[in-house]
């Protein structure tokens, strides 16, 4: 059960990032602004903590599942 869990967290945050980083090509290739987001720069800069933080979380369950495979052996 445990390997499950931490697999669907994984695939979940491997899913958010390729969302956020289609958010961000959008932006960037989209220049002529969103009226909703006047403030392109603090959009991209949201976005990209964004991405830190769901990479910090992928990091952690894939040293999760490192020390799962280790104490299997």
Known sequence: MRD??????????SAELEVLAVNIENYLSCAVGVPEHPDL???VDKLIEQ?????????????????QDMTKQ
């Open 51 to 67: 991405v830190a933080a769901v990479e910090e979380k992928l990091k952690i369950v894939s040293d999760l599942l490192k020390i």
């Open 41 to 43: 720069v603090g959009e």
């Open 4 to 13: 499950l869990i931490l697999n669907a967290l994984a695939a979940k945050y």
